[in-house]
């Protein structure tokens, strides 16, 4: 099965744009920016979390602390997707307990994935705060789970698929609605 880029909804420009505007919403909702910890919800919310940290950075002159999470061992379609789940090491090097976490991510679709990386973050610690930040937010949700911070809605059917490029990953940036062939 071949998948095809049928539109793009974000370039580099817009993409960078959706994260400056993210990360001053983050300021302005987080009167303590000091307290603040960005967790990447691998793969890429990794990179998305430390462009928002560098934003961060330049807006407030503080260092925010990130860290990588992986959900594989926390998600209810473990047994579904694989019968050998390919595990990722997860990289959080400061306690959580009393922190303003946010969670980092590319797209929520059904909210599996944000409730997965909640219930891997309280077993680290006891957060003050878990917020959510996502870059595209698609819709279609199956669990009442809501974004605190989006970078861009994008109405989507079930069929399509939405596909995050960041430099990191993919040597470049964008953001694309997809089609199966």
């Known amino acids: 099965m071949e998948i095809f ?7 580099s420009n817009a993409l960078g744009r959706a994260l400056a505007r993210i990360a001053h919403e983050i300021l302005e909702k987080n009167k303590e920016p000091k307290n603040i910890c960005l967790v990447g919800i691998k793969t890429r919310g990794i990179p998305i979390a430390k ?4 934003k961060i950075k330049e807006y407030e002159g503080i260092d925010v602390l990130v860290g990588e999470l992986d959900i594989s ?15 990722q090491a997860t990289d959080i090097p400061y306690d959580i307990t009393g922190k303003d976490v946010i969670l980092v991510d590319d797209v929520i679709y059904t909210g599996r994935t944000a409730r997965a990386a909640m219930d891997a973050l309280i077993d680290l610690g006891r957060p003050r705060t878990i917020q959510l930040a996502i870059l595209v937010d698609r819709g279609h949700r199956e ?14 059917s079930r069929e399509e698929i939405v596909s995050v490029k960041v430099f990191e ?5 964008g953001v694309f609605i997809c089609e199966r062939e």
């Open 5 to 11: 880029a049928k539109k793009q909804i974000l370039d």
């Open 51 to 54: 462009r928002l940290a560098q």
């Open 73 to 87: 061992l926390y998600r209810d379609d473990l047994t579904e997707l694989d019968k050998q789940p390919h595990l």
């Open 143 to 156: 669990l009442p789970i809501r974004p605190d911070y989006i970078g861009k809605n994008v109405p989507t």
């Open 169 to 173: 990953f993919d040597g470049d940036d």
